[in-house]
């Protein structure tokens, strides 16, 4: 029936496996339910339960941050929550909750794969881009980010480069959120140090791509007495034309005090 409802309003079929594999919970509660204390304040609670038929995914997060998710590679519950924060605490047995709901949610693509009478189509990236999370200071601790959206199925894979050499410590990736039209986004973080001359690289992977897809973003010199200057390329595919190919626009950096 849910089924049936859903194929009736008019979505498309990769919007139905979205809804099928992908299950979200959203809960309004106010600050005094989280924190015991009075206030109008409301938070937008969030749970994802999602799957394909190689992979899959559960979550809870809380105004558009993830808290806890389920690492089913290691077989065990993740609490990515800030030290120095009060801590929402997830029950025992949480983790042993995903893995019945995995079994649910395959269940149901399932079917879902058999009812549809159009094969699902495969959708490349629409967007890749490489940012930092803070204003960039030489020296000085900071995140690059790189985010990629509109592509389907899910998951996509990262890999980073440091001057030319792969990177894998300081990097993490989250798991792929939905969006509205049945594709997904994701991102994966590089923890670094600018430094004058280093170029870092995210290339990004899907199935739908024929060739891989790769940002780049560095730190160049600029006159005495002006900040950093940060480079970014608006898209190379690699393959076709070279990692170091690109065309480029340059961004000044705050002045330095």
């Known amino acids: 029936m849910y089924q049936s409802d859903i194929i009736s309003d008019g979505v498309n079929s990769k919007q ?6 992908v299950s979200l919970t959203t809960v309004r509660v106010s600050a005094a339910d989280l924190l015991s204390v009075f206030s109008p304040e409301e938070h937008l609670d969030l749970r994802i339960n999602g799957c394909s038929e190689s992979d899959g995914e559960y979550l809870y997060g809380l105004d558009g941050e ?3 998710y389920a690492d089913f590679i290691n077989k065990r519950g993740v609490d990515i929550q800030p030290s120095f924060i009060d801590h929402i605490s997830y029950p025992k047995g949480t983790y042993e909750k995903a893995v019945a709901n995995q079994q649910i949610c395959r269940q149901n693509l399932e079917i879902a794969l058999k009812g549809l009478k159009d ?6 990236p629409s967007s890749v881009m490489v940012y930092p999370k803070e204003d960039v200071e030489l020296r000085e601790k900071n995140t690059l980010i790189c985010y990629v959206t509109g592509f389907y199925p899910a998951p996509v894979n990262f890999y980073w480069t440091k001057n030319g050499e792969n990177v894998t410590q300081g990097t993490s990736t989250n798991v792929p959120y939905p969006n509205k039209d049945g594709s997904f986004n994701q991102f994966s973080r ?5 430094q004058l001359g280093d170029i870092y690289s995210c290339t990004v992977k899907h199935l739908a791509l024929d060739q ?6 560095g730190v160049q010199k600029t006159a005495p007495g002006i900040g950093p200057a940060v480079f970014c390329d608006v898209g190379v595919t690699v393959g076709l034309l070279g990692v170091a190919a690109g065309i480029f626009f340059f961004i000044k950096g705050h002045e330095r005090s």
């Not at 139905?16 to 594999?21: C, D, G, N, Q």
């Not at 094969?119 to 490349?124: G, H, K, M, R, S």
């Not at 590089?190 to 600018?194: R, S, T, Y």
């Open 16 to 21: 139905v496996v979205s809804l099928l594999t």
């Open 66 to 68: 993830e808290k806890w």
């Open 119 to 124: 094969p699902l189509e495969n959708d490349a």
């Open 190 to 194: 590089l923890e670094f140090i600018p």
């Open 212 to 217: 891989p897809l790769t940002r780049i973003w």
